[in-house]
């Protein structure tokens, strides 16, 4: 399978994923839930899809092969480093206000990705 192919459905998986995890986010919050094991396991899963798709490009980069447009790379970036720094930014705070938050941050994730994947071209 081709290096390109699977950047390209990483970035779908993570597109759906970022919906799905700030839908959830949005019905936690809905609910008055704090942070659960449950979401807590999301974002990691989500923080550890956007590595993989980070570290695919990477590769795909130093083999040659070069997005059309550099705004590409800082999209890239930005989705590694958002849930990370949120993290820190609110010393790891599980209150209802920090899912409701999180559920906007993939939101904001899922239009990064978007954008990421339409500048690829």
Same mark, same amino acid.
């Given at each position: 399978?081709?290096?390109?192919?699977?950047?390209?459905?990483?970035?779908?998986?993570?597109?759906?994923?970022?919906?799905?995890? +700030?839908?959830?986010?949005?019905? #936690? @919050?809905? =609910?008055?839930?704090?942070?659960?094991?449950?979401?807590? %396991?999301?974002? !990691? &899963?989500?923080?550890?899809?956007?590595?993989?798709?980070?570290?695919? +490009?990477?590769?795909?980069?130093? #083999? @040659?092969? =070069?997005?059309?447009?550099?705004?590409?790379?800082?999209? %890239?970036?930005? !989705? &590694?480093?958002?849930?990370?720094?949120?993290?820190?930014?609110?010393? +790891?705070?599980?209150?209802?206000?920090?899912?409701?938050?999180?559920?906007?941050?993939?939101?904001?994730?899922?239009?990064?990705?978007?954008?990421?994947?339409?500048?690829?071209?």
């Amino acid at each position: 399978m081709d290096l390109s192919l699977i950047h390209d459905r990483l970035a779908n998986a993570m597109l759906l994923f970022s919906i799905i995890a +700030g839908l959830w986010g949005f019905v #936690g @919050g809905l =609910r008055r839930r704090s942070m659960s094991g449950n979401y807590w %396991g999301i974002i !990691a &899963v989500a923080e550890l899809l956007y590595l993989a798709q980070g570290l695919v +490009g990477v590769i795909l980069w130093l #083999g @040659g092969d =070069r997005p059309a447009r550099s705004v590409h790379i800082l999209y %890239g970036v930005v !989705a &590694v480093l958002s849930l990370p720094a949120f993290y820190f930014m609110s010393k +790891g705070r599980e209150d209802q206000r920090t899912v409701w938050i999180y559920g906007l941050l993939f939101f904001f994730l899922a239009a990064v990705t978007l954008r990421a994947m339409t500048t690829a071209v």
